[in-house]
């Protein structure tokens, strides 16, 4: 049986390899930029404008911060109780043309240990869960001397 690949969060990201982006909006009035994207109004408070546009965001950004995850987070989370916890690291980009910060998990394989506050990371498709008939997709952040 074929497993349907499936986006963890529908509209948040798009593409394969290096077409994989995230999805954000852009206000037409004001030029803020959302992630996540928002598709009703302009969350920027000092703007009255409405109409909003999809954009890719860079692929490219700079550690921000970042942590690993030693424990087995509560439900919407997925996870197998009866399999042990294996931890998980966090990692806040800063994509410096957006003007924000994007938290994401890092690449399998990517420790704490591997990472630096200002070392440059890039947006590499990734994969949050499977089981019997899907693959739940999402994002991950990976160092950009590390090769897939």
């Known amino acids: 049986?074929?497993?349907?690949?499936?986006?963890?969060?529908?509209?948040?990201f798009a593409g394969e390899g290096e077409d994989f982006r995230l999805?954000?909006?852009?206000?037409?009035?004001?030029?803020?930029?959302?992630?996540?994207?928002?598709?009703?109004?302009?969350r920027n408070p000092g703007c009255g404008g409405g109409d909003l546009a999809e954009v890719p965001l860079s692929r490219r950004g700079?550690?921000?911060?970042y942590t690993d995850g030693r424990y087995r987070p509560p439900a919407p989370y997925v996870s197998d109780p009866?399999?042990?916890?294996?931890?998980?690291?966090l990692i806040a980009v800063e994509l410096?043309?957006?003007?924000?910060?994007?938290?994401?998990?890092?690449?399998p394989g990517v420790h704490v240990g591997d990472l630096e506050v200002?070392?440059?990371?890039?947006?590499?498709?990734?994969?949050?869960?499977?089981?019997?008939?899907?693959?739940?997709?999402?994002w991950h952040w990976r160092p950009v001397e590390v090769s897939a």
């Open 23 to 42: 999805l954000g909006t852009r206000c037409l009035t004001c030029a803020a930029v959302f992630f996540p994207r928002e598709d009703g109004h302009c």
């Open 118 to 138: 200002g070392m440059e990371v890039e947006v590499v498709p990734g994969v949050l869960h499977e089981d019997g008939r899907t693959i739940w997709t999402t």
């Open 1 to 12: 049986m074929t497993r349907t690949r499936t986006p963890v969060v529908a509209d948040w």
């Open 82 to 89: 009866e399999l042990p916890w294996e931890p998980y690291t």
């Open 96 to 107: 410096a043309a957006e003007r924000m910060v994007v938290l994401g998990q890092a690449a």
């Open 62 to 65: 700079r550690v921000w911060s």
